[in-house]
């Protein structure tokens, strides 16, 4: 239907009509999860028609597709997002109200989409969002987890991992299962090159597992503008006529593993073997679906790049490239020219890291065992490689760090820029570092691939829908124009000295910090005050972000009040939300640490209130939507060079939060857009970093030897201090004394200590404070996913709208 001409009446009764043939209950009944799921069924029939419509427009037209191939996908709860796009979250709010329906309980009666763990599923997320938003054809592949990451709860101070069944008891209501794209993917066994009739090479496969991959499509809605493109999901099965291979339920559980969980633990050869099935299952029936969509078209395959690309997300779907050439090649019979030319025109690969240990290599003799037939492939893939570069006068020693297969592993992000066209960093620094630094041996290569794509945000998500107060105080100062054209937010700056303005924003910020504390007092017993300063840093817990630092200041913060109860501070709230991987040791005892340092420091009553550490466990992004409209000083600490580019940083800027940063990242384009004076800046800059890894001259011993503070700072962790976490302050205070400090904490403590005190200055200039942060918000703009994606499909994938 027409959502245009829907009007509250139409909806109240298409609502209970739905209500009562799903539910079989009346509205005064039903409990929120049974009202969600009404809702939820009653927008799918509204947007179906659209969704068909769309799909059909797509093939009539040949329009070129992007493919966007990502392990991870955190798009959180979908229904105000469906809503908002929809352009009726105000009228079925309105009709709510009439029934006496509390919106609030219904939204929270869904669970988070549990299919991401961080910055990298939130982006393919948002990118999911604005390709629908800006009317370009790009849709999603991924794993159909049936458990997230984990659900994290905190038990005596330590992180507990348990399931995170985000399915619960409605499922996944948006999804929509697609039997006719069911397609098979073969791993394992052996694999021999046999003579056709043709006297052409074909594979036989012997003793190969044979499994169903089931399809699952989640609309993604752009915003009021009637596009809806696709999100796939793919589920396992074990097809009927293979069922005896299975006779156990050991057998069919392992089966069932392959999308149970993100990132199952690879400690050991189980772990490893099943991410690696993980990721060649989900790339191998994306790829068999593109292939077999493509030929209905009745075009030429080896001219496949013309309406197809296929963007690789990080390593995990790296196979890509083989897997491509692996079914032009066995099943289209294609030669390798034609197959390899495809290929390398539809392929292009973003790289979310410049650490070497995160760029993902397997296992040679793993690889093998598991796709004996990519393997093959990837071995000529390389030998040509090989031969090319040497005939071009590449150096040998060049050749030999590039090439795929080396030291007996089998390099992913080797094949993937040797496989395509496009080699994309995140950030300005970040693509930089990649050609100076992680990737300089193939930017000598194949300078002509590699781009830069600074990442961005759905701005819809964390204004519209996060901060609704903040939404309409923005709509009050320049109108509404803002919500379909975010770079209208620069007209904020008109009123950077409007005290009246000032003010207004200042206590939209209150509000929110209010919701926030009312909510920590409600699930930690820990009561703040809105008048402190809400100073946040939640992220994935991983040494190179430096939560760490941030509680090395907390201890000095502790003293200075022990030593003077009376200093003169502005009262802190110091939150922190993250998730250590399980098997993340030195992440898990940094949180152990975080939970018994606010212990002391939320019972010392000597402290006058005026510092407060709280840990909100199980961080997620229903939970960010309530913490970033809050804050006050977003964190974003990282050891330069060390953070590709960073999100949260952009969503605490278009909140109104003061940035406090190293040169890192995003974090350097926010400065430069927002200008010097509008955030802190602390700490080492890249080229400092380098050199001290250039010179081998950081020696963190005698940093804590010479200066007191930080000897007695640190010295905390293993005095007696903090209590019930003697073996987890030993082994930090051991990484960071014996171990020489990997990410130069302490070198960086002292310009992080002074960052800390201009923040407590400036806070107390009410004015200047509020000024700096309507800066912020109007400076936002430039971090839309919106154009990041606009950047991508012209540049990277030649998309048309």
């Known amino acids: 239907m027409q959502l245009e001409n829907l009007t509250k009446e139409q909806f109240i009764r298409d609502f209970k009509d739905t209500l009562h043939q799903e539910q079989l209950i009346k509205v005064a009944k039903a409990t929120p999860t049974e009202i969600f799921t009404a809702l939820a069924g009653l927008i799918r029939k509204y947007y179906t028609n659209t969704w068909i419509e769309r799909n059909h427009a797509l093939s009539d037209n040949q329009e070129k597709i992007a493919y966007y191939f990502s392990i991870e996908f955190l798009p959180g709860r979908m229904l105000e997002t469906n809503l908002l796009n929809l352009g009726i979250l105000d009228l079925v709010k309105e009709g709510f109200a009439e029934l006496d329906i509390d919106f609030r309980e219904v939204v929270e009666a869904e669970h988070d989409m549990a299919l991401g763990n961080g910055g990298l599923g939130r982006l393919a997320a948002a990118f999911m969002d604005s390709l629908a938003t800006t009317g370009y054809p790009g849709f999603g592949n991924g794993l159909r987890y049936r458990y997230g990451l984990f659900k994290q709860r905190i038990v005596d101070g330590y992180q507990v991992e348990l399931p995170d069944g985000w399915f619960g008891s409605t499922g996944n209501v948006w999804e929509t299962r697609k039997d006719h794209d069911i397609v098979y993917v073969k791993l394992f066994g052996d694999v021999v090159l046999e003579s056709n009739e043709d006297g052409r090479f074909v594979p036989t496969y012997k003793n190969a597992q044979v499994l169903r991959a089931v399809p699952y499509d989640v609309p993604q809605i752009g915003y009021k503008n009637g596009v809806i493109n696709n999100l796939r999901l793919w589920d396992v099965e074990i097809p009927e006529e293979y069922e005896l291979d299975y006779p156990t339920l050991d057998a069919r559980r392992r089966v069932k593993d392959i999308t149970a969980i993100l990132y199952p633990d690879d400690s050991t050869i189980e772990g490893k073997e099943l991410r690696l099935v993980q990721e060649y299952f989900m790339t191998s029936a994306g790829l068999q679906t593109i292939i077999k969509s493509y030929l209905k078209m009745g075009l030429p395959l080896k001219d496949i790049h013309e ?181 209208e937010l620069e007209n904020l700056t008109t009123y950077l000295d409007d005290k009246e303005v000032l003010n207004q924003f200042y206590q939209v910020k209150k509000t929110a910090k209010q919701r926030l504390a009312d909510y920590i007092q409600e699930t930690t017993g820990v009561e703040v005050s809105t008048d402190a300063i809400f100073d946040v840093q939640v992220k994935r817990l991983h040494a190179y972000k430096r939560q760490l630092l941030n509680l090395l200041h907390i201890i000095k913060l502790y003293w200075d009040l022990k030593d003077n109860p009376d200093k003169d501070m502005v009262p802190r709230v110091f939150i922190f939300g993250a998730k250590a991987a399980p098997g993340y040791h030195f992440a898990k005892s940094v949180i152990k640490l975080i939970n018994e340092v606010a212990n002391l420091v939320n019972n010392d009553e000597s402290l006058q209130g005026k510092l407060k550490v709280v840990f909100l466990e199980n961080y997620r992004v229903s939970l960010a939507e309530l913490i970033i409209p809050a804050a006050d000083v977003s964190e974003q600490i990282s050891l330069a060079s060390k953070e590709a580019s960073g999100t949260s940083n952009m969503k605490f800027m278009m909140t109104g939060a003061i940035t406090l940063a190293t040169l890192d990242g995003a974090n350097i384009e926010i400065k430069d857009e927002v200008g010097d004076e509008n955030v802190v800046i602390f700490g080492m800059d890249k080229d400092e970093v380098y050199e001290h890894y250039a010179r081998h001259d950081y020696y963190s011993r005698a940093v804590y030897e010479n200066n007191p503070v930080i000897r007695r700072v640190v010295d905390t962790f293993v005095n007696g201090t903090i209590p019930n976490a003697q073996s987890e302050g030993t082994e930090i205070y051991e990484a960071l004394i014996t171990h020489n400090d990997e990410y130069f904490l302490l070198e960086d403590f002292a310009a992080y200590v002074e960052a800390q005190e201009k923040i407590d200055a400036l806070y107390r200039d009410h004015d200047k404070w509020a000024r700096m942060s309507l800066a912020n918000i109007a400076k936002s703009h430039k971090f839309t996913s919106d154009d990041t994606i606009t950047e991508y499909a012209k540049e990277i994938w030649e998309l048309k709208k």
Do not use: C
Request: no cysteine; glycine share 4%; aromatic share 8%.
């Open 307 to 487: 309406k197809v690309s296929v963007h690789i997300n990080d390593t995990h779907p790296a196979v890509a490239p083989a897997e491509f050439m692996r079914l032009l090649l066995d099943e289209y019979g294609l030669s390798w020219e034609d197959a390899w030319n495809a290929t390398v025109k539809t392929m292009s690969y973003t790289n979310h890291t410049i650490l070497q240990e995160a760029l993902e290599k397997w296992d040679q003799q793993l690889f093998k065992r598991v796709l004996p037939r990519v393997y093959q492939i990837i071995l000529e893939i390389d030998n040509r490689y090989i031969a090319e570069m040497a005939g071009r006068g590449i150096a040998a020693d060049v050749i030999e760090r590039t090439r795929i297969v080396k030291d007996n592993q089998v390099h992913m992000a080797n094949l993937a820029i040797i496989g395509g066209h496009s080699v994309n960093g995140v950030a300005k620094l970040h693509t930089e570092l990649l050609k100076e630094d992680t990737l300089h041996d193939f930017y000598t290569i194949y300078p002509e691939k590699f781009n830069n794509k600074t990442n961005g945000i759905v701005q819809r998500r964390w204004t519209q829908i996060a901060a609704p107060e903040l939404s309409a105080a923005i709509d009050d100062v320049i109108g509404d124009g803002w919500r379909n054209d975010i770079h």
